[in-house]
Each structure stands twice: as C-alpha cells, then as structure tokens.
C-alpha cells in the first residue's frame, strides 16, 4: 500500500503536520461560529466545502449574523480572497502541462499554506536539479488541509450546539481576525493601511448595507498606497506587530 | 447576533461566494500562456488588502457605545488587547483565541 502512494504526495502529506497546529482551531472556529450566528449546521459545513478560505468564512458569518447586505457579504469574500490572484499567477506555469480538468481541481484547494508549501518545493527543485513535475506534492499539501479543514468545521458545528450561549464562542470570530491582522500590519504603509480602515469603518458603522466595511477597506488600501509612494515604506517595521516575519498576511486558514 | 435570512437567502451568498473564489483561484491558473501575470498597479494593492480589510471588519466589533470612559472599557475590549498580545508575541492562531477569550471573561467577572 505505503508503496502505491506516490513519494511526492507522502511528503506533501508529511509537510503540512505541523501546519495543522494552526489549521484545527481556525476550522472548529469556522464551525462554531456558523452555528452561533444563526447558519443551519449544513450551511455552515457547506461554506466549508463551497467557499473553502478560512478568512472570508468568518467575514460572512460574521456580515451574515449583523444582517448586512447580501451583496456586501459576497464582495467582502470576494476582497478578502483577492490575495489568491497572486498565488494563481504564481504557480500557473507549475501547472500549465495539466489537463484542464486537473488544473481545476487545483484551483479549487488553492490556499496560503497549499501554495507556500508548493512553490517552495517547486522552486527548489530547480536549484537542486530534481523534479516534482506532478501536482502530487501540492495535492498531498491542499488536499490534506480540505480533509482536516472539513473535519474541523463539522466538530465546530456540533461542538458549537452542545456550548451554552454563556461561554461566548462567538467571541472567536472577530479574536481570529485579530490574530491574522496583527502579523500582516508589518511596516508603516500597512499600519496605516489598517488604522484608517478600522477608523473609517467605525465611523461608517451607520451606514446601510455594511457599506462602512468596503469604504473602510478601500480607504484603506488608498491610504497604504499612498504612504507607500510617499517613501515611508522603505522604513523598518515602526508598525504594530510582526517583527519581520511577513510571511502570507492574512493567511486563508 | 444571529441572521434573520431565510435558508435561500443563505445559500445564494454560499454559492455566489464559492464561485467568485473559484474564479479568483483558477484565474491564472486557467489563463496562462494568455496572461502570464498580475498587473504591477493591481499587485501592490493587493499587498495592503489583508490589513485594510481586516482592521475593517474588527474595528467596529470592538468599537464603544457611546464616547465615555465607562463606555469604552468593556470586557470585548479587554479580550481583545489580550489577543493582540498574545498575536504580537506568538503570532499562532490558537494562543491568540486562547488569550482573548481567558480575557473576555476574566474582564466579565471582575468589570
């Protein structure tokens, strides 16, 4: 048996362990917190499955229990999902002799972790001169962390309907967003980037739809931009937290 | 804070959000060899997006009442200092949400 699993799926299986530290937490989260805004147990396990972006999980869950605006849930999934642009462009050309239909199923599980792992095997095949031409050292990676993400979110679900309303689980939603923001506001461009979104979307607390939130978060990015250009990103790390690890801000688990 | 949408309501976002982010995942992946990568302008916005966002979703949740003292320290405030640090410090998930919440009710029972 151990024999028919390819060599490069083993690993990528054997890399992500010790990711799942991380990844459990965030998943019962997910799962907790669907249940306690109001989301059937089979929603909540669905956007597991459909969505599968830990991040914008919790935004939805998070707009969805404030009942905001149906389209301002989507557009905030859709931003904060945007970053995968990135990744795609990235590791398309590890990709590109697949069939179609592989290459979609690739897309499908592509997440921080998935490309982080994979593009640094990748790219490091080409210094040591071997070859990991298949998908399967991605795939034991992304497909692992949708086993684990998926069970992770069902525990959550029951986990969440058995806890009295008392221990405010629900608490874990806006705490996870916190643990992912302070590591991504790593210099000045993106402590500013943050403080004035944050201010922007207190201030727009009031407005229809949630509309504070998408103002907040284009304001924003503006104001990141801006601080960007005006050279104050070439500074050191004056910001908020990480000290200098700016690995995958925002990380989708 | 639970939703008032009815199932359909639900399962509309699921699945607009499902096949967005499947768009934005394959979008490279598909095209290659058409676009072989993100725009310079797009790229450095990108940069700034996680912390605008999600400073923007987490302000107002903690954010006060009304513009007094009293007001503004509450138990959801202090659990989430309490998360900052342990974020700052540990930058893991699960010491973060450990931390916020032990502050969240350590606060509830001495406020």
Redesign the interface.
Known sequence: MDSRVPPDLRDGIRDTLPLL??IV??AL?AGVAGV?????PL?TV??SV????G??QL??I?L????AA?GV??L??????????????????Y??DLS?RV??G???V?TDQAYALALARYVGDRDRGTSTRRPYYYLGVALTLWIVWQAGTVVGVVFGAAVPDSW?????V????????????SDA???G??????????LG?GLPFNA???V??????A???AL?ESGLGNGDGSG???DG?DSD??EGH | MATSYGPLSIWAVIVAGGLATFAIRLSFIHLFGRVDEVPPWLERALVYVPAAVLAALVAPDFAPASATVEAAITPELLGGAAAVAAAWKTEDVLWTVAAGMVGLHVARFLL
């Open positions: 530290l991380g937490p965030f989260v306690e805004a109001g989301l059937t929603q669905g956007l459909v969505v599968f972006a991040a914008s935004a939805a998070d969805l229990g404030r009942d149906l849930v989507v905030t999934v859709v931003v904060v999902n945007l970053r995968m642009l990135m990744y795609s462009a990235s590791i398309a050309p990709f590109r179609a290459r979609a690739c897309a499908y592509l405010r689980l629900g608490f874990a806006p705490l996870v967003f916190l643990a992912l923001l302070v590591p991504a506001v461009p993106s402590l980037a943050a403080v004035v979104a944050g201010a922007v979307a207190v607390a504070g939130l998408i907040g978060a284009v304001v924003g990015v104001t990141g931009i960007d908020g937290g990480g690890t801000p925002a």
